[in-house]
């Protein structure tokens, strides 16, 4: 009788994650790059939270952005800055750990190799 109950238990555990994963299938896979925005381009100020982000995401960037501090990235993977809000136009590569100026730019986007 313990072991049918413990059985039972089991199975609907096992069943609330399966189907927890199958409802979530964009989950982000981890991290590819890890950021911290600035309001100054040279980074000199606290900063907002770490934050991390996976490959393809496109950010139109707030008007008070004016700096990204890259601290982790993934294997081959990069930050693009944009002049336009949606990732299209006047790309540049920033692609090494550091302090890189957004001044003048509306987007970035990650994209990992």
């Known amino acids: 009788m313990l072991f049918n109950t413990l059985s039972i238990t089991a199975v609907g555990v096992l069943s609330l994650h399966v189907s927890g994963a199958i409802a979530q299938p964009h989950e982000p896979r981890g991290l590819d790059v890890q950021l911290k925005w600035h309001e100054k381009t040279n980074c000199d100020d606290k900063g907002g939270p770490k934050r991390d982000y996976s490959d393809g995401a496109c950010l139109d960037l707030a008007e008070s ?49």
Not at 80 to 102: A, E, K, V
């Open 65 to 113: 952005t004016r700096g990204v501090e890259i601290l982790d990235l993934s294997g081959s993977c990069h930050l693009i800055s944009y002049d336009d809000s949606s990732c299209q136009s006047g790309s540049r590569i920033l692609d090494s750990l550091g302090c890189w100026n957004l001044k003048g730019k509306n987007s970035v986007q990650f994209k990992c190799d």
